[in-house]
C-alpha cells in the first residue's frame, strides 16, 4: 500500500486553491500534514495560474499528487496559461498517468491513446510514483496540438481520464527526461522479447524454411557486404550528414525566437574526417564473436547464428561459417564445441519452452597477442547431476587444450569461463557469475603499445585497429596534454581511452559505475606502470562537479565520453553541462542518432532549465568501426568558449 498522503489530505479546490492558500497563511485553517508549507503558498499566490492543484512542484509533489479534480484544471478565462512567461514551451504535465508506470510505460500508454494523431513526443519524464508525467514535444505547434487533442478526447469508462497543465521552468519534478529514442528502443526489445517468450513456435512451412535459406545469412547481419567498400563509406557518410541535418533541426525548432541563435545550428553540415578501414581488416575483423546455440532447421544442435522470423513461424540456428564478420578462430572453435555438445546428449536450449542446457558461446580474442577468452553460459539448473556436471566441466577443458585444436591454430585459449544463467531473457547479465573452469579470468590485448586484461564482460571496441585509429584521432582532438591539463576519461570502463592517450597529462581521472570494470581498470593501470591516472567508482552524476569544481581555473579540463549504446542518462549529461572547468568534451557514440538529446542538452542556449553555458559543436567526425554493416561510430568535438568561468 502506498504511504503517500491520501488525496483527502490535500487541500482540495473546491473554492479555489487561492482561498484555502489564503486562509492557511492567515490561520484561518491549519495546512494539512504534509501538504504546503507557508512558503509554497507564498510562491503558489505570486504565480496564481489557476492549474495546480497544490502547492509548488519543487515540494508538495514530492510527497503527494496532483490534485485529479477539475477545479480551475485547464485554463482561466481569457487568458492562455501555456503561454506564459515561467512555462516551458515544448512541455506539458500530464495528469492522471499511473502512478507506478516508469518512461517507457508513459510513451505506449500515449501510443495506445493517440496513434492517430502521430504526436512527435521528444522526452519524457516520470516523477516517481506520482500520477503525472511531464512529456516535451518536438515543438511548440505539437505541444498545441496535443492540448487541443486532448480536450477533445472523449474518454470512455474505462479509460483513466488525463488532463493536462503547462510545465513550469522551476518545476523540480521535470528532471531532464529520457530520450524518446531511447524508450523506443527499450520497449522494441522488451517488445520482441515478449513475443518470443509468450509466441509459441508457429510451425514454419517447408517452403518459408526453403526461402529463408537461400538469403545469405550476411544479408541479416551485415548487409552492405557485397557493397564496394568506397560505396560503404559514402553511405555511411550520407546517413551521418541526415544526423547532422535532423540535430541541427531539432535544435532550430527548440530555440525561442528572443534567443540567439549559435552558429553550428545553421553552419553547413560538414563531416570533417571519416577514417576508414584499411583493406586487410575489412572482413572476419570482430575481436568478440557471440554465438548461440540451439537446433538448426533439420534439428540438430549447431552453435551459430539466430535466424527468425516470428510472423512464420521461423526460428532456427544458422552454420558458424556464414558471418563474415566473425573472426576464423571464432568458427573452428564453435565448431569444436558443437561437436562436444553432440557427444553430451544434453538438449540446446530452447527458448520457447525454456528447457534445455546449452545456451550461449562467447569468444573474445586478440590479433595481436594472439589470445582467446571463451565464455559458455548454459542453463545450470538442467543439469541436476554433479558428476556429469563436473564431467562436462572436464571435457570443455580437454576440447579447448593444443592438442585438440588443428595443428596450424596459433592462439592460446588463456580463460574458460562457465556462466549460469537461469532467466528466460536472451540478454546474458553483464555482471554475471563467471565459474573459471580453466586459465585466468582475462585475455591480454594490445592498443597503440599499452597492455591489457581483458575480462568476460569487459566492454571494448569490436574492431581492435579500427579502435587504434579512433583513439588517435580522440588524441589529435584534445591536443597536447602537459602539466597543465587534466583528462576526464567519462564512463571509463576498464580505462583503455585514459590509458592508452592520457600519459602525458597532469592527471587521468575515470569515473565508472561498474564495480568489476574499475577493478579491471586499476590492473591495467598498473601493469602499464602509469601513475597519473585515478579511478573513480561511482555514477558520473554523483561526482563530476565535485571532482572537477576544485581543479577548474588551474587546469585545462578535457572530458572525453564514450556512453552506452542509447546515450548518457539525461542526469548525466545534466551533470557535465553545470560541470565548471570543463569545457571540452569528445563525444564518442557508436549510435549517433540515439545521441541527439544528449548532444541537444549539451549543446543549447543557457536559459532556466539548462542553467549552465552551452558547448558549441565545432567538429564532426566519422570512424568505420563496423565495415559490412551500416553502423559507424560518430565522434563530435564540443568546446564551451568563452570558458565556463568567463560567463560569470
Ligand atoms: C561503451 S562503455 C565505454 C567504456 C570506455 N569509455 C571505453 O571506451 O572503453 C560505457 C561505459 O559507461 C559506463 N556508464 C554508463 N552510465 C554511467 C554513469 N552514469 N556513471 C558512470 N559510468 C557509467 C558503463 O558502465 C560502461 O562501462
Known sequence: MSTSPQKEDIPQQENGSEQIQQDVLLGKRSAPKDAITENQVKENLVRDDGDIAIGDQENAEAENDENDDDNGSEKSEGEDIFEKEDVELEWVCLRGVERYDQERQVLKM??????????????????????????????????????????????????????VRPA???DKNLNGGVAVSQLEQQNSAQHQQQQRQQQPPKQASKEDIEKELQIPLEERVCPLWKTPYEEQLEIKKKDFIEIIKN????????????????????????????????????????NKTEFTIGLNH?????????????????????????????????????????NFIKETGLPAYDRFVHQGFWRYFVVRQSFKTKEILINIVAKG?????????????????????????????????????????????????????????????????NILGKTFDISANAFLQVHTPQCERLYKLIGSLTGELNEKTIFLDICSGIGTIGICLATSAKEVIGIEMVETACNDAKVNIEQNGITNYKVICSKVEDVINEIVGPLAGQYKIIGVVDPPRPGLHANVVKAMRTCKGLDHLVYVACNPVAVTDNLLALCLPESKRRRAPAFHL???????????????????YLERYPNYDEYK
Open 110 to 163: 500515449l501510443h495506445r491513446n493517440f496513434a492517430d494523431e502521430k504526436f512527435q513526443f521528444t522526452k519524457i519524464s516520470k516523477p516517481k510514483k506520482k500520477n503525472i508525467a511531464f512529456i516535451q514535444f518536438a515543438n511548440t505547434e505539437e505541444r498545441n496540438r496535443f492540448i487541443q487533442s486532448l480536450k477533445n478526447k472523449k474518454f470512455t469508462k474505462k479509460q483513466k481520464r488525463m488532463k
Open 168 to 170: 513550469f521552468k522551476g
Open 247 to 286: 540535430f541541427q533541426k531539432r535544435a532550430k525548432d527548440s530555440i525561442r525566437s528572443d534567443e540567439s541563435t549559435p552558429i553550428w545550428v545553421t553552419r553547413e553540415p560538414k563531416i570533417t574526417d571519416f577514417l576508414e578501414c584499411d583493406e586487410q581488416y575489412r572482413f572476419h575483423y570482430r
Open 298 to 338: 533439420l534439428g540438430e544442435i549447431k552453435v551459430g547464428y539466430n535466424r527468425t522470423n516470428f510472423d512464420k513461424g521461423i526460428a532456427f540456428i544458422d552454420d558458424a561459417n556464414k558471418n563474415c564478420v566473425s573472426s576464423k578462430e571464432s568458427v573452428i572453435l564453435a565448431q569444436q564445441l558443437e
Open 381 to 445: 539448473s538442467y543439469c541436476s547431476d554433479a558428476t556429469q556436471f563436473e564431467q562436462i566441466k572436464q571435457g570443455l577443458i580437454k576440447i579447448f587444450q593444443k592438442e585438440s585444436l588443428p595443428e596450424n591454430f596459433e592462439y592460446k585459449i588463456t580463460s574458460i569461463g562457465f556462466q549460469s544463467y537461469e532467466a528466460p531473457s536472451d540478454s546474458i547479465p553483464q555482471d554475471g557469475q563467471i565459474d573459471i573452469i580453466y586459465g585466468s579470468r582475462s585475455y591480454k590485448e
Open 618 to 636: 565545432t567538429r564532426y567526425y566519422g570512424c568505420d568501426l563496423f565495415p559490412q554493416t551500416k553502423h559507424f561510430e560518430g565522434i563530435f
